[in-house]
């Protein structure tokens, strides 16, 4: 076999659907790349809103990424410790099926009209489910830390679960009803041109938006952790990289709702020219971008918002968001009869 020949191999290997989107977009890869730097971003936009020394000053000409290393090589060689009253393989597995069940539901999102791992006409619905586990094992998390702070931070993540993940899917399923499919590349392919569905139907994007926040940890819901006064809430006890893990689950989980919103709401992949549709790069690149964008507002409000109490976000979502994402789905039937949309 020539040299030609082994890279022709290489290539056609990489760019296989089943290996290309676990493995580069929107997989592992790309995962932790956008870890990397949404963590570094939002560290340095609060620095400069907050005037913090560490992210601002230490190795200016770097940009304060060093600190970033520093962190990280410290979460990867410090000594997980596991306490002696916990329940062990609840405390161990715990980390990892949290970062496990935020990561995989990525699998499902397609990156262009003719390339995916996994297409399904419920695709939409499946993305979703799949993330819903990652409440429990924080309970579960909460449980075996056999810690009151873990446990009242488990707890809190109960009660927001009640609160966000029923606007979610209704905020979800109303777009699904105005596009007529649940299948995400269908739903991209009927924004064509520029009718996006947050010109569409802004109250489903508003709502869906929020609760990508509420569910994550972002501010002003960074209620479940809420250091100031239950340390880190369910993860209390952990260190080292089990802790690493526990941290980069809601920036995964936030990463995978962005790109659901850049697909239900900002046009997927498009536009695109119908020609470049079959190449997995261009169109990765533009729903990227799009999800980038998303996750730098995200983190941005870390900068300029106190954080809420628990019943100021419970109240919210049960008053505020859940008619909203109600009203999301009237509206969505009023475009249907109107015969906005086909």
Not at 25 to 47: M, N, S, Y
Not at 75 to 88: C, G, N, R, S
Not at 118 to 139: E, M, N
Request: hydrophobic letters at 55%.
């Amino acid at each position: 076999m020539s040299l030609s020949d082994l890279l022709k191999l290489i290539l056609d290997l990489l760019f296989s659907p089943w290996l290309f989107v676990p493995l580069i977009f929107p997989g592992l890869i790309t995962v932790f790349l956008l870890i990397l730097f949404i963590i570094w971003f939002e560290r340095k936009i609060a620095a400069k809103v907050q005037l913090r020394y560490g992210p601002l000053y230490v190795l200016k000409q770097l940009g304060g990424a060093i600190q970033l290393v520093a962190d990280l090589l410290r979460y990867l060689f410090a000594e997980p410790i596991v306490p002696e009253q916990t329940d062990k393989l609840a405390f161990v597995l715990g980390p990892i099926f949290l970062f496990a069940v935020s990561y995989i539901p990525s699998i499902t999102i397609p990156v262009s009209s003719s390339f995916y791992a996994i297409r399904s006409d419920i695709g939409l619905l499946i993305s979703l489910g799949l993330l819903t586990f990652g409440p429990a094992i924080v309970l579960v998390i909460g449980w075996a830390s056999n810690n009151k702070f873990s446990l009242i931070g488990g707890l809190r993540e109960g009660y927001l679960t009640m609160a966000y993940e029923i606007p979610l899917f209704i905020s979800a399923l109303s777009m699904a009803a105005l596009y007529g499919t649940m299948d995400l590349v269908e739903m991209v392919e009927a924004q064509s041109g520029w009718t996006w569905g947050i010109i569409l139907n802004p109250l489903a994007a508003i709502t869906f938006l929020i609760l990508s926040f509420m569910s994550t940890s972002r501010f002003p819901f960074e209620i479940v952790e809420a250091e100031s006064e239950i340390v880190m809430g369910p993860f209390t006890e952990y260190s080292g990289i089990l802790y690493g893990l526990t941290m980069g689950a809601s920036y995964v989980k936030f990463y995978v709702l962005c790109l659901l919103f850049s697909i239900m709401f900002l046009g997927g992949w498009q536009p695109v020219p119908s020609f470049l549709s079959w190449s997995p790069v261009l169109p990765g690149v533009i729903l990227l971008i799009k999800s980038l964008v998303i996750m730098v507002f995200g983190v941005f409000l870390r900068s300029v918002y106190p954080r809420y109490r628990i019943d100021q976000a419970l109240k919210m979502g049960w008053h505020m968001i859940l008619p909203l994402s109600i009203g999301s789905v009237f509206l969505s039937l009023g475009l249907i009869v109107l015969g906005v949309v086909p």
